[in-house]
């Protein structure tokens, strides 16, 4: 069963950062593209945020957040990780990790909340 585990979120205010995690199974994480995903509230569908290649040399990100979010990966520790600066109120949302494209089976993905 794949198991995605996200991290770090929390609530912060306008301007702050956090760090996000996710550990993702060796068997899904190996060779493959990863990315992070977010859902606002009150919206169905979660968002592209970023997405790192297996090499961790061709990083993607979504309009207006290259230069605020930093994806990045450990392929030892099967983990990847999303610096985020500069937070803004828009900005809050459930944040999952995913392989990239996506897989069906999902997290529980961590809550990042910026207040104003």
């Known amino acids: 069963q794949v198991r995605l585990e996200e991290s770090g979120g929390g609530l912060v205010q306008t301007g702050g950062s956090l760090r996000l995690s996710c550990a993702a199974p060796?068997?899904?994480?190996?060779?493959?593209?990863m990315g992070w995903f977010r859902q606002p509230p009150g919206k169905k569908e979660r968002e592209f945020v970023a997405?790192?290649?297996?090499?961790?040399?061709?990083?993607n990100y979504a309009n207006g957040l290259k230069g605020r979010f930093t994806i990045s990966r450990d392929n030892p520790k099967s983990a990847v990780y999303l610096q985020m600066n500069s937070l803004e109120p828009e900005d809050t949302a459930v944040y999952y990790c995913?392989?990239?494209?996506?897989?069906?089976?999902w997290g529980q993905g961590t809550q990042v909340t910026v207040s104003s």
């Open positions: 997405t790192i290649s297996w090499r961790g040399d061709v990083k």
């Open positions: 060796g068997r899904i994480f190996s060779g493959r593209s």
């Open positions: 995913n392989t990239y494209p996506p897989g069906s089976t």
